[in-house]
């Protein structure tokens, strides 16, 4: 299926029209909502809900109240707009392509190397500051607040958040010390869309009268339909003479507004109460229904405005209902998920947090079957990891899930103070490693070894496969004696990864193919995936290439490791993190302890880890079957 | 000078004594103010001016209101109470002494090894959690209510939590979240003393209206006056019926209550607007004032009440007025203060953050000579190093400062976050490393460098001296491209260690003593005094041992580092952190990656660090020169 998208002139010519101010923003925002759409269906993923619901607002900032327009984007004495929240980004790369801020050809490459972040990046234009994590903003707004100040230039700051972001506590932070810190020149606009991931807010973590919370801590607090230009201008016209008091915009907004099916409530009602349109591009159908729909919605308005016919571009041609991985492959969290479920049935201590990530760490199953033993934490990582600290206190088994790039770090410190009361917790860190490359940097967790390592009593383990993730889970559960941390892989697995009559066993890992030429080790469905791979290439090169799956990052068996390294003088070590910190580094470590004269070349990410497709960035980073085999075969 | 302490026994007596009520609490609790003030004198620092705030409450809650006195410290049914902030644990620790929950022997023994904690540590009688980092408390407290309620046990959660501290964002988490969560058998107490560390809240960050706060999270507020209690009682009677809401008690209180020129707002105004005693034993003049002054009232309290003359115990002999090391010896924060002065002078780009820990980290002379440049965020690490991403992306040079164990880890995410895009921050992680040991666990940074050697651009650095640590700043001022971490010693060192015609080149360290039996690469003044004192240890030995200083932890030339271990076929590397992450493995990597064949013997601490004075702490872990010695001649 070819799919268009409206290029820029037609976005100029409107903006040069004289349309009442109110119609000429209507409708740039819903023409913003179809490339958004496109650009998002094109990327395969990408949060539309909330690009939706805040549309209006930043189109309204960028093209009506900010002076960027004026000054452009470099100008020191620039108003700033960002969003918090982050994931809301597509929707701005529309504002900023429709603006001529980004290129044609950056914008039709959402999340692909190359072409725009996931999640905001400073290197992209218009883009102020890197988020993606929840909770910075107000905070990041305030400095930058702060240095206008210091450095004498003019400019506002504008800072959106999300209504369910505001169960971070930085966020309270941020409310509680801004007035001393006199940056009044910051506006914090919250888009109230009032879902978060697929459930409502007050099903997670009710905000209550956010108003009266937020008029709480000092600020001028207003409200307004976001989605009303009028009362918009009416607003932030009124905030505009408020120099006293540090100033917040509480905009009510739809989620998905622009689509009929995607709007709450009827997204709702229509999905037994999930919301469905958070993230990941619409399935074909969806897709299809949306597109022509927000296209006969601008075509009519066209037409009612006397406008002549909107002109589309080609974006892309779209390869309708082809078959999808997570379809097909093995997945390690729905084994995680069932393995769960079986344990606690017999294991009544098992306790399991969440923050606001249940679907994602495959943890409905559990909800549904022990609810009195779920415990929804919202988007407050630190305060679900010290419940755990008192559950286990008063012996539970607790088992704390979250996207690892979160976990280890924003809880980090809590962490650490539960390892200190000797109690036995297993962390889960889901999403962790390289893969899934598009939401970027914020999401790819290439340090969670490293923040756990540190830890006395903590054994961090990450299986390769479905039969691995139960056997890992299940030792944690039944034998470890200490904290455990569990790295899971999100994504299926392109290949389903065999290991015939394995039993896990502590420090010991085993072989995968057979080998003399090389040994390389590694770990977890992504690399052993890509390790396979190489091992395959260099086979038709008369290159064996023996690949060991090693599950314990940080506790190695040492018989085991001297039986499995025998014969080879180096070994290469493939890892699904920063080098700093991981396996490569335990076993040079276990080498030097033991007088063991192997070298060991490692393979793993430097840099930042890059955005894009699985095979972009595993080719960016050269750590793809590929690269391997290529780099494998310099150190014959 | 003899002084002494009540013996249980006395406690014993007037508890069963036929004194009202009120007046028998009131008695308790000074002469647990007696015993605080005596054991902290004793363990020569440990915090008084909490301590004697929190002291009533404390007292009310074990003596008359907790069923602990009937069902024990070990009965699951029992009710629970313990500090969020930890700091005020020599006043509990007096109080489970009183009850006979500690025994004598431990209780004159705080901040000793094999003593108590100096802060809580659930390995001691009667604590409930480990505590100390600050803001934790209620997110635990609620884990506690909710296994209550998981394992059908009784007993009511009690946790108390400073004002001050509710600067810290996981506070509002857990207030946010409490509801939902549904554990309703907990009651937060705040002791509202109105002072943090050293000056008032409301000149650090003003928390406004905190009942009005906190009912609009949905709790259920009350408050009373702490020091009276009948109030207390009235008080606690009435939230014992609520039981559709979490319920929070704010107790107004007197920092330093109980001893007159302790307690604010006197302490204030004698001090120049600085409040002296919330940290470290008062000096020997002080100390008898305020002894005679609590005997005095408790003698006139024993006559009045026609009570048998109090008897004492001997608690210990005080070398009055002996040499501090700290009025004497070499100081790394006090050069780092004066050079942070002289640069800013120079570099206007330079923006200080702090996180309520100025005096201690060197920052007061600072702040008078540029207020404008100089951020106080209160107890919020997360919004400060935020507000410092946002500076630097505006072209400022944030400096941000806190306690390493707090910094490195509350703030993890946050620090990630701004290296990703590519600014320049330089962090100082004061209070690094396992000395001073008297605050024990939850303030020594023993993951710091882990917890920073993961991000992709960022140096790690720890001067040994005072000339070193300005050549270190200075450089990651105006040489440094990316962004710095500084590990500082927050005590002073016990030996000036001497480097002649130093010049600090990246990447190099310097030899600090010949030696070509063995050599020993460290860092920073507390590991190179210990290092230098085995080298003198094993002179007399005719073992020469060369000690090599290498201030950078992650960044290694490789050419110095060869002629450095020139004729060495093993090294020794004495770490002030975990091995894991440390100099020593920065090592090993470089070993492995030029193919040279030393051996790596690391010195470093393993699992939690100890508890007590700096000599018994580096004994206990091998770490002191005596130890070090004989360690180094075993690999003889």
Redesign the interface.
């Known amino acids: 299926m070819e799919i268009k998208f409206i290029p820029k002139v037609e976005f100029e010519r409107i903006n040069c029209s004289h349309l009442p101010k109110t119609q000429k923003l209507e409708l740039i925002a819903d023409m913003c909502r179809f490339n958004t759409f496109v650009e998002v269906k094109k990327a395969g993923s990408g949060h539309l809900g909330s690009s939706f619901s805040a549309m209006d607002i930043v189109v309204d900032l960028y093209y009506d109240w900010m002076n960027i327009k004026d000054v452009g984007i470099d100008n020191?004495n620039r108003d700033i707009y960002f969003s918090s929240k982050g994931h809301d980004v597509p929707g701005l790369y529309s504002i900023l392509y429709a603006l001529g801020i980004i290129p044609e050809e950056k914008f039709l490459n959402l999340r692909r190397l190359g072409g725009l972040d996931g999640h905001p990046?400073?290197?992209n234009p218009g883009c102020?500051?890197?988020?993606g994590?929840l909770?910075?903003g107000i905070?990041?707004?305030?400095?930058?607040?702060?240095?206008?100040k210091?450095?004498n230039?003019g400019g506002r700051v504008f800072v959106l958040i999300g209504d369910g972001e505001?169960?971070?506590?930085?966020?309270?932070?941020?409310l509680?010390?801004l007035?001393?810190?006199k940056a009044c020149n910051l506006t914090v606009i919250m888009d109230h869309n009032k879902i978060q991931s697929d459930r409502p807010i007050a099903d997670?973590?009710?905000?209550?009268?956010i108003a009266?919370?937020i008029?709480?801590?000092?600020w001028y607090v207003a409200q307004c339909d976001g989605h009303d230009f009028e009362q918009l201008t009416d607003v932030l016209q009124q905030l505009k003479v408020i120099n006293d008091k540090p100033k917040f915009l509480i905009c009510n907004t739809i989620k998905g507004k622009g689509i009929s099916f995607m709007e709450h409530p009827k997204a709702l009602s229509d999905n037994n109460g999930f919301y469905k349109w958070h993230s990941g591009a619409p399935d074909d159908d969806s897709f299809i229904l949306g597109y022509n729909e927000l296209l006969d919605k601008l075509k009519n308005k066209f037409s009612e405005y006397n406008l002549k016919t909107l002109k589309l571009k080609h974006a892309a041609t779209i390869d309708l209902h082809r078959i999808r991985l997570k379809n097909i492959a093995e997945n390690v969290v729905s084994a995680f998920s069932e393995e769960l479920v079986d344990l606690a049935r017999t294991s009544k201590d098992i306790?399991v947090l969440d923050a606001d990530l249940s679907g994602d760490c495959g943890l409905l199953q559990f909800e549904k079957e022990f609810p009195?033993?779920f415990?929804?934490?919202?988007i407050?990582e630190?305060?679900?990891?010290?419940?755990?600290?008192?559950?286990?206190?008063?012996?539970?088994l607790p088992i704390v899930n979250s996207f690892g790039?979160?976990l280890a770090?924003?809880a980090?410190?809590?962490i650490?103070?539960n390892s200190?009361?000797?109690t036995k917790i297993i962390y889960v860190c889901h999403y962790s490693g390289l893969i899934p490359a598009g939401p970027g940097?914020?999401h790819q967790s290439?340090?969670d070894i490293?923040?756990f390592?540190?830890?006395?009593n903590c054994t961090i383990i990450e299986p390769c496969n479905s039969l691995e993730t139960k056997m890992v889970l299940s030792w944690c559960v039944n034998n470890a004696k200490e904290n455990c941390m569990i790295r899971l892989a999100i994504s299926p697995s392109p290949r389903r990864i065999l290991q015939k009559d394995y039993k896990l066993e502590f420090g010991k890992g085993n072989e995968l193919n057979e080998g003399s030429d090389a040994l390389i080790i590694s770990y977890g469905p992504v690399m052993l995936n890509e390790a396979l791979t190489a091992s395959d290439i260099l086979k038709d090169e008369n290159f064996s290439l023996k690949v060991v799956n090693l599950p314990w990052l940080n506790k190695i068996d040492l018989d085991w490791f001297k039986t499995i390294t025998e014969g080879f003088n180096k070994i290469f070590v493939l890892e699904n993190h920063?080098?700093?910190?991981a396996l490569g580094?335990a076993i040079?470590?276990l080498l030097?302890d033991n007088?063991l004269?192997i070298?060991?070349i490692t393979f793993s990410v430097?840099?930042?880890p890059e955005c894009g497709t699985p095979k972009e960035v595993l080719q960016f980073h050269g750590l793809d079957g590929e690269s391997l085999a290529r780099r494998i075969k310099e150190f014959k």
Do not use: W
């Open positions: 020191p990046d400073v290197r102020e500051v890197n988020s994590s909770g910075m905070s990041k707004g305030k400095g930058i607040a702060i240095a206008k210091l450095n230039y505001l169960q971070e506590g930085q966020n309270f932070e941020a509680q010390s007035i001393p810190q997670i973590i009710d905000l209550g009268n009266r919370k008029e709480s801590f000092g306790v009195e033993r415990i929804e934490c919202g407050a630190q305060d679900m990891v010290s419940i755990a600290g008192g559950l286990a206190l008063h012996g539970l790039v979160f770090s924003r980090n410190e809590q650490y103070t200190t009361e000797r940097k914020s290439m340090r490293s923040l390592g540190g830890l006395h920063y080098a700093y910190g580094d040079l470590n030097n007088d004269n070298k060991v430097k840099g930042l």
